[in-house]
């Protein structure tokens, strides 16, 4: 097996097709609780249509294996190839993408029907020992339709935000595994101190993993530190209660544009229900979730806010703690070089898409060191999205996977609830617009260590 | 019975709740063949949701007349007052009307349950000797849920459009009703002739009218000329064919710019299939319409044109015609002195929404007169939308109805294929802005007489 | 001598080098206060600079006089023709109406010097019993160039008002001719009473008329009143106190939109410099002029105002005053069946350019009947600008002068203190988009006659 | 001396004044042939006006070094102190940036005599021993004039490259200094081979630095070498003419949506002249420059390309040179480390300002080594604009000068041919949006090291 994809490691290849089944229900299973109305809307550009998604993660399978792979393929319906193209114009025209919701017919059982139909062909595909080649591009397909599979969770959530009755998506509230233990405390935990030190970064295999992701590599890392836990929604009060979103002092020049002229004034989903004197009372705002509209926990990481809102919390927290040194977001080679660290930890804690909370959770000290690295919130680091030293895109058309977006865009690290457990890795890389704010997105704080 | 919203005559007034039931289940009927996806969206901000035109209509109902007539009146659901009102300052805040195709709940089963039951409390309304005053109100209801019957087709043309697939909403072509008779040869027909003449416009009762449409009034009519046929497909493809898209001397100054921006090359809902030398060969084209992608055929009126495009060719056809006086659009006094002349005819002979065409029709020439009066197209006029001489809006919040657009808006008359037949009238005024081309909007020519 | 320009009477064409050297030299003068920098910038699309009304009035002279009647006519410089078209396709191609402020060569001074050399060759032209389709041409040309220097004035208004520094175009504040007499009560002067008369609209020669204003015409005139003055600063300000920009009640619906999306508080150069709670104070408000930044007087005419808030206002004052009839704005040919009658004594006591005062003025009572028909302010009327019965445009480019403009425009009527005296007449049409603030448009009253 | 605002060496310290006036002379002589109109226009948002930049550079000094250190100060105008703020909020409000080239008034004779008053005062400032804090802001003052130097070129050229008669700046060419000699082969340099090695990157005084440039910091470089000379026009045409710009497999995403949503077809100042159908012939296209539009030369760095042009032309470079390893922007480390190890040679060959070529030229083999590292052309980097590890921003207001804008932006390296010698340093960071093209922007070619 060559390394085009990546390795997939024995045991996984040794049921692919269970596999198959098991990534290809949970998504279904997504969309259970919608309608066919819930699922035809867009409600922004980015933000796609319900069936769109369970549409394209198809569309994948069938261009990129059975297309390939399969002898005497045929297509299902030759016009979806370009309804479903998402943005590779390796495989020829895409339907506008700001028109995804536009598309009524097929229909949502259509749609349903042409996965039934896929998966029956991929099954045979898969029966009889299927080549390496095969089992690659199986891997990228999957862990594609797992991306998607948090892609429907939050493009829901911001179509039901927009909906003035706040529907339920989960009528799960509170949530059961929310902690009742008191908070823990936040402190700094030193990971590089003294000199600069080499690290290494990028995957190192076996197991998955995207081409951005290598090749692993020599860093370096000046001496830093990160904090314990995730700046919370209790936080967050504090800093909208000293004028956070209104003083020009805390914000980069293109955020400071970004606020005023988008009228930003809290995080996405935040919703004032009272105009007391003191914005910093809980009882003053409630949040959107999806499990409707509910009450603020102070102590629930803060999510939803853009890069933007997060470079600024930091400097108006340095600005709070002037004995300190200042707080920044940390480099995505520092996150990774802690991660690789506490990485099972990290693993078997974390509030992923199968905790079912579908919400960040107040943390619980369950080990030392930093805990939510991974799930709760995907976190904003300081560092852009760029190739590593060496980097080469995947060949074919599924090399636009990845390497085209490398500009003007941040680095987040780590999942968040809405991402599958087994798709998460220390070395994941996601990337946003710096001004993006409907991804399940939060913040960690870093410093220098002295 | 007092004449605020116009006269209701006898003989419909005996049977209200048949009526009642006539208009809603026609409703209801038009939005049958579609699927709850087909319902959802909002192509664009002027084309609306079917689910949202079913549940507007009942929001009048509700609003004008069990809320201010029924006893212990209580509302279905609070939240529906502000989410279904259209545009009523007078009855509070609206949902943004961008934003009627993000509301996925209620659900289109939700809205239909809404509506049956409006109707059970409207039929208890209607069951004793109504009062009149609930009767007028009833009437502007019915009126008001005709015309979005109406929009409910034109709207979901245009969704239907935006999908690559063309997807068919009505299986049926050619239609029927087509005539194979020869083509009528367009010929002018004199109306007013040697000295400009007193006429009267305006609604003259009984029978319900708009506010828009009184008071009668007298006005002075020049000699003019009407054209005896609507303009075709055929002539259109001349017009094309002689690069009329292309050539600013026959475009107003704000046409022009229209053109231009927007890169309009075609009626609306023309498609290219060949790029020959020769435009005006009608196998280079089809069409879009509600029966789905067909072939373009000459004699069929033209329809899904801007004010701006009749009015340009108007005067690319006097160009052709240089012996003749200029053609141009009628204004609205000169096409109503010429219905009320007509009107029996025309109304006997008009397509209306009740022949299930649903698409303008080649005309046969049925009797002597101006043809097509009544029925296919909405004819542009050159008449702004303003106030009738001594106009009194309705009182209330009803009063918005159609005042509060008495400008930059153009005055269209005479109804199309999409309008009820029972819903129009010589003094019927419709009116959209210059650029408008989804509705079922043509022309007819006029001229002065020498 | 025909009449495709219109009648140039005898008087007038016996001494028209005379004539041409008066009105080129008026506008130098307006530009003479200017710095080459004043004279460059284009505030806004609409607001064109002093330096290409300079040069546009010359290319019209140059284009449609010495181009067609020079014998040998080589033009002064062939980028010009483009460079300085308006918007004649008839003459070719233009630069960008857009980008006019970006053109800083040719200098003030090559510009100035073009005039001259044009100027000469315009002299000889005329030297010698020019032939009267020269003289017709020279009249559009002199008549076009006087509409110039009104918007060389209006737009610099515009530009001055951007800058924050409040700069001073004539220093002469308070104004010499403001009358010291007590107000001039508002009343309501009949023109027509009882039944409906017919009357006659447009020009009836002889003199010079634009193509707009022909063919005269009969029209029927409904009974009807009209203000005696026009509506004050003094009348806006309790408008504004009463809460007028804030409530949807007195706007038309695309009239609302704008006031909310445009965020209008006020006609365009009011400045708040105080904000006590009662903004029915004069000295809370000053006003932008060309004499600078100055105090509100309540007597002055309203001007600045788009039709949109001319509308509001008179249905707010209708509803201040609920025993008398609704007042509106009067159509156009009520306004000129008024004016014709009092024609003489209104020219005798306008406000026009000549004044000096550049700044509508507090009425005098000089006469019984309506007063400040002509001067002062333009007036907004209840007409769309559509073409008179008959209409024919002008032969040749010079057609494209107003025709093409009659859509979605609004009529003005009378002038305004920016006007030449020499300019106006009462069958001269002025049109504006509905939303038009930067002319001095102002607002009188009318009603129907009981 | 502290280091806030860096250090400046004992030999310049000790003539600050006569500095001081050699830096304000080279800014009004750039200007000098330019009439008022031409300094006033503001062209897009991003090229302000000559005299804006004349008056802000005038402000710097104001705010930042007589309002602080003058005895007694008082402001020569106090509503300069906002009409004149680009960007500090720590100063005040600013007037709005898109509204510069609106105020004609102060005229350009006002600005030029507070210039003169300004450094009449500042010479009594620095007289007698100038305080160190003195000499550190008005070491910033001027190199921050000297920014607006280069601006106040690229700005203007953006101006000239409107006007369709394309105006002429400086009329000198061809430039005396374009070199006869055959043009220098393109070979690769090794800069780091076999292992990643440890350099230093950063300003490491004495003399100037912005506080972007600091600290001096240890960074890591994998094996790489870079092109001995910069990309040139010629190499750019076969770009084009192998269908560079409209083939989407060479650009990153967001520049391929740029490349067509701006309908970008070449670099910016390029005119096709000729419509052959090879476009790779020179004479088939125009450059437009200060000097007028002038044929394009093979020879010549390619400048006024955005990142997104620079990216795009590595890759299409790649895939013409398939047995080569592919070819990239360097990023700003490799470049520095390259730059400080020839920073002698490059600085003395350098192309700058002072040249009065006023455009890049092509290079000639002075010696070993890349060529062209300082002047011609600004090098687009693939690094982020982002703060060393440690960085912090100056203290007070003039902090905003570089930080805040560290998010989406790009490094670019070494000065071009409008920036001074005497500014210019090899740990200089200059940085724009990926989509800047008004600047001279250009590129040198790198690569991974086997």
Request: include cysteine.
């Amino acid at each position: 097996m060559n390394t085009v994809y990546g390795h997939t490691d024995a045991a996984a290849a040794g049921a692919p097709a269970r596999r198959y089944l098991a990534v290809r229900a949970q998504t279904v299973a997504l969309a259970a609780p919608l309608s066919e109305a819930d699922c035809q809307v867009q409600p922004m550009p980015d933000a796609s249509p319900t069936k769109w998604h369970l549409a394209h993660v198809t569309w994948f399978f069938e261009t990129f294996l059975l297309e390939r792979f399969e002898p005497h393929f045929k297509p299902y319906h030759p016009a979806y190839r370009v309804l479903f193209n998402s943005y590779y114009n390796g495989v020829g025209e895409q339907h506008p993408r700001t028109q995804r919701g536009l598309v009524t017919r097929p229909s949502l059982a259509e749609v349903l029907a042409w996965r039934q139909a896929v998966d029956e062909r991929m099954l045979a595909l898969l029966a009889n020992h299927p080549a390496p080649a095969v089992l690659e591009v199986l891997e990228v397909g999957l862990q594609h339709e797992q991306q998607h599979q948090e892609l429907i969770l939050t493009d829901l959530l911001y179509l039901l935000s927009c909906n003035p009755l706040s529907p339920v998506y989960r009528p799960r509230w509170p949530l059961a595994l929310v902690s009742p233990a008191p908070p823990v405390a936040q402190r700094w935990v030193g990971l590089v101190a003294g000199q600069p030190a080499l690290s290494q970064a990028g995957h190192a295999g076996p197991g998955f993993a995207f081409d951005n992701e290598t090749p692993r590599h020599p860093c370096l890392l000046h001496p830093y530190e990160l904090a314990r836990r995730l700046v919370t929604h209790g936080e967050w009060l504090a800093f909208i209660d000293d004028g956070g979103y209104a003083n020009p002092r805390w914000w980069l020049s293109a955020g400071w544009d970004w606020v005023r002229s988008q009228h930003i004034e809290s995080p996405l989903y935040w919703r004032r229900v009272a105009h007391g004197s003191d914005a910093a009372i809980c009882s003053n705002w409630q949040v959107f979730t999806l499990h409707g509209q509910v009450p603020l926990d102070p102590h629930t990481p803060i999510t939803h806010i853009s890069c933007f809102e997060a470079d600024a919390f930091a400097r108006w927290w340095s600005a709070q703690h002037p004995a300190q040194p200042a707080a920044r977001l940390p480099t995505e080679f520092e996150w990774e070089h802690a991660a690789q660290r506490y990485a099972e930890p990290a693993l078997a804690a974390g509030n992923f898409l199968e905790s079912g909370a579908l919400h960040p959770m107040p943390v619980a000290a369950r080990f030392d060191g930093p805990l939510q690295l991974l799930g709760d919130v995907w976190e904003w680091t300081a560092s852009s999205y760029a190739p590593y030293p060496g980097f080469q895109a995947w060949e074919g058309p599924v090399g636009e996977y990845n390497a085209k977006f490398m500009v003007n865009q941040t680095v987040l690290r780590g999942g968040s609830c809405a991402t599958p457990k087994s798709h998460i890795r220390t070395s994941y890389r996601n990337f946003f617009p710096t001004d993006t704010r409907w991804q399940f997105n939060g913040l960690r704080l870093a410093r220098d260590a002295c």
